[in-house]
Each structure stands twice: as structure tokens, then as C-alpha cells.
């Protein structure tokens, strides 16, 4: 009997030990994954400041964010966020540049913009936004109230949602979106573009937990038509 105790204690704390093993394993596999996740994308977050005459938006402080679409210099941001028509990109390594605007589209909140960088940019790799589910996790990449490029973790709440504009379809995501972030990325567990981060829905001005991002197909189908 106490042979038979003996075996069925060593299998019992064998099974605590493997199960114990097993869930720290996936917990650690994951935030491990968001790491990777935020290092492989941070550097295609860029910071964009616009002043001067006002010519698409009412922002006051002219800061959001942008994602460098090419190596060559091509960055996708949203319209409003241009306050002014002298336009400043800062980059995530801490360089400055002028940018000119290529093309806007109004009605999806999208401008792209160029600027003339002296060696190549880090593109952002692009995810197919048809094949997001309610639950994936993202990682919400801007520069939140200008004080400095910052990441926030969420998951996709829901897909298609018009939030005024059927045209859009929007992600919408309780990833934390704050004035600033506008035009910065929203990106999977695996570092990729499912859109750009575009507008919430508050009654204060500031985060409540509902935001909105324009799919990254529609974003990619835009920015190479203009």
C-alpha cells in the first residue's frame, strides 16, 4: 500500500510540475510574442507635426503619427491630422524631416506623404485584413498627447463597423488610442499592419476603451492609387 501511495504522489506532483511547466511555457511564449511583435514594428512608427495655415484640419496641436508605407520614403497617415501645410517627420531613431504631401483622400481620412531620407526607411510589413477575427490580439503603435511613440496592447472588438463612413469599415479595437496616435499602426501578435489607427469614440476627448482603425487592405488599395 505504501508503495502504491508513493507512486501516486510522485505521479501527482509529476502532473503539477508538467501542467505548472506547460502554462508558464504559453504565458511566457506569449508576452515574448508581443515583444517581438512591438521591436519588429516600432521602428515604421514615425511622428508627424504640421503648422501654418490651416488647410484639412481643426487640430490645434497638429501631432499624430505616421507608418512608412516604402524604403524610398513614402509614409500613410490620416488626413486630419494635417493642420498646416509645413509638415515635419520625425522618425522613431530621432531624425527629422520635411515632408510633401502626394495624395489625399477625404472621404477614407487618408494622406500620403513623402519625405527625401538620406538612406533607407523600414518599411512596415502588411497583414491581410479580411482574415481578422473577434479576439486577435493587436498592439496599438503612436505617439499618444506627443510625449514620445508608446504601444498599448488590446484585442479587436469587432470588424466592419462604419462609425458614420459604411465606405470605411472600420476595426474597432479597445487598444488604447489617444489623441496623437491618429495615423500610427495598428499590428497583430506578429508585428504586422492590420491598420491605421484613425479615430475613438469618447465624451471626454480621451481614451474610454472604443477605437477605430482604418483595415490595412483598404489603407494599402488607397495609398498606391494616390
Known amino acids: ?54 488647410t484639412y484640419s481643426s487640430n490645434k496641436n497638429g501631432i499624430g503619427s505616421g507608418v512608412i508605407f516604402s524604403e524610398d520614403g513614402y509614409i500613410v497617415t490620416n488626413l486630419h491630422i494635417l493642420s498646416g501645410n509645413n509638415i515635419d517627420v520625425k522618425l522613431n531613431d530621432g ?19 513623402k519625405i527625401s531620407n538620406d538612406e533607407p526607411l ?5 497583414a491581410d485584413s479580411d482574415n481578422l477575427k473577434v479576439g486577435d490580439k493587436v498592439l496599438a503603435i503612436g505617439n499618444p498627447y506627443g510625449i514620445g511613440t508608446s504601444v498599448s496592447s488590446g484585442i479587436i472588438s469587432a470588424t466592419g ?11 474597432q479595437t479597445d487598444a488604447a488610442i489617444n489623441p496623437g496616435n491618429s495615423g500610427g499602426a495598428l499590428v497583430n501578435e506578429n508585428g504586422n499592419l492590420i491598420g491605421i489607427n484613425s479615430k475613438i469614440f469618447s465624451k471626454t476627448g480621451a481614451y474610454q476603451g472604443i477605437g477605430f482603425a482604418i483595415p490595412s487592405n483598404l489603407v494599402v488599395q488607397i495609398s498606391t492609387q494616390l
Open 1 to 54: 500500500i505504501m508503495k502504491l501511495f508513493q507512486t501516486f504522489y510522485l505521479n501527482y506532483l509529476l502532473i503539477i510540475f508538467l501542467t505548472f511547466s506547460a502554462t508558464w511555457y504559453f504565458i511566457s511564449n506569449d508576452k515574448n510574442k508581443l515583444v517581438s511583435a512591438s521591436e519588429k514594428s516600432i521602428s515604421s512608427v514615425v511622428t508627424i507635426s504640421s503648422t501654418n495655415k490651416q
Open 95 to 113: 531624425k527629422n524631416y520635411s515632408a510633401s504631401i502626394i495624395g489625399i483622400d477625404k472621404n477614407a481620412d487618408i494622406a500620403v506623404l
Open 122 to 126: 523600414i518599411p512596415i510589413n502588411f
Open 161 to 171: 463597423r462604419d462609425y458614420g463612413n459604411p465606405y470605411l469599415q472600420l476595426i
